[in-house]
């Protein structure tokens, strides 16, 4: 594994690198991100006065969906936070090497687009047709204010767990695996999803598990946060707004793939999908570290 490009980004951590910093920095996270959802309802229950009923009862329209997303950039204003308080770093210094984050930024995605995209295509000639979720018109609407959504939000989840988390363990830790997997561990019991039985939920840490460690991966070769949140944008583009699954985000879909637990079950699709990660990985880090 060639992690050159990463040193930088670990030196930039090193320079206060005690755990009980990371820890404070992780107290911090939770309180900004609490703090960050109680305004986020306030202003959506009391300023705008919705009811968001449908949030919580797993059936939500387009802009429950928008607030789920909006949720989460708690955890980047927290990391943001955490960084420049406890580790004395700079947002820059989370993010990593400035034009070349853009650059494969974009790379990362158009390359989960094309690869997942035709993956998606085959597909559909070859099952049954989908189920329409949102008129095309609505959901054209709310396309624009759907991408802003998504690129902070998988913008806010990268800057803690590949920018903050992972930079700061590597800095305390030398063994590639704790700073890899542990922040790829919390990703994924962030996505466990409650239901019936416990096995769709297992299933889904272990998938956006695997996910994080692909981002990790990623972000030390490349030396910044660019090529993981490129391959996140995309991806959720793809699972909140063409094809989704019912469940707490799924209001913005163009089409309907049934219940999440059905996509969760062990089968040769879910498999597919696995393979098709580690494609969409492997073609990503060929063409970023050319």
Do not use: K
């Not at 624009?144 to 806010?156: D, K, R």
């Amino acid at each position: 594994m060639s992690y050159a490009l990463y040193r930088p980004v670990i030196e930039q951590a090193s320079t206060q690198p005690a755990l009980w910093r990371l820890f404070a920095g992780l107290v911090t996270v939770l309180l900004v991100t609490v703090v960050w959802s109680m305004d986020v309802f306030f202003f959506a229950t009391v300023v705008l006065a919705r009811d968001l009923f449908g949030l919580f009862a797993g059936s939500p329209g387009p802009f429950e969906t928008i607030l789920t997303l909006i949720f989460i950039l708690g955890l980047g204003f927290g990391a943001w936070a955490a960084g420049r308080n406890w580790h004395g770093r700079s947002l820059r210094s989370l993010i990593g090497r400035g034009p070349r984050s853009l650059r494969d930024f974009f790379w990362a995605a158009l390359l989960t687009w094309a690869v997942a995209g035709s993956f998606w295509a085959l597909t559909l000639v070859i099952s049954d047709p989908l189920t329409p979720n949102l008129p095309f018109d609505e959901w054209l609407a709310w396309l624009p204010v759907a991408l802003i959504a998504i690129l902070l939000q998988t913008g806010s989840e990268e800057l803690l767990f590949r920018g903050y988390l992972q930079s700061q363990l590597a800095a305390r830790f030398g063994t590639v695996w704790v700073w890899m997997l542990v922040p790829s561990l919390m990703f994924g019991a962030l996505h466990f999803l409650p239901g019936d039985t416990l096995a769709p939920g297992l299933v889904y840490v272990g998938l956006t598990t695997l996910f994080g460690v692909i981002a990790a991966d990623l972000t030390a070769r490349t030396g910044s946060i660019g090529a993981a949140w490129g391959l996140h944008f995309a991806n959720n583009c793809i699972a909140i707004l063409v094809v989704v699954y019912l469940g707490a985000a799924s209001g913005l879909g163009l089409y309907s793939a049934g219940p999440v637990e059905e996509a969760l079950a062990l089968s040769p699709i879910l498999l597919m999908d696995v393979l098709i990660l580690v494609l969409i990985w492997l073609v990503i880090r060929r063409a970023v570290t050319r």
